[in-house]
């Protein structure tokens, strides 16, 4: 979920969601990826960040939340994904 908040006198974008271990097996948790698309899905601004979480046991779920201060303007659409490079 997000929502825009205002923090500081400074919009703000907060990003929650959920890491679940869908698998048989402890899992490390990789870093986030945050990025804010246009309607044509072009990227405008990601950003990476650690979730805190360094594993998750089978079947076990954590929640996190990230922010970004003074999202770009023109932002219709999120995508959260895991880091894999990272």
Do not use: C
Request: net charge negative; glycine share 10%; aromatic share 8%.
């Amino acid at each position: 979920t997000f929502e825009h908040a205002t923090e500081d006198g400074a919009p703000v974008l907060v990003v929650k969601g959920v890491v679940v271990n869908i698998g048989n097996a402890e899992m490390a948790v990789p870093k986030l990826r945050v990025a804010i698309r246009d309607q044509e899905k072009r990227e405008l601004y990601a950003w990476t960040f650690d979730a805190g979480i360094a594993t998750l046991a089978p079947g076990d779920s954590r929640p996190f939340t990230t922010r970004a201060a003074n999202p770009p303007a023109g932002g219709y659409d999120l995508q959260v994904s895991f880091d894999l490079g990272a």
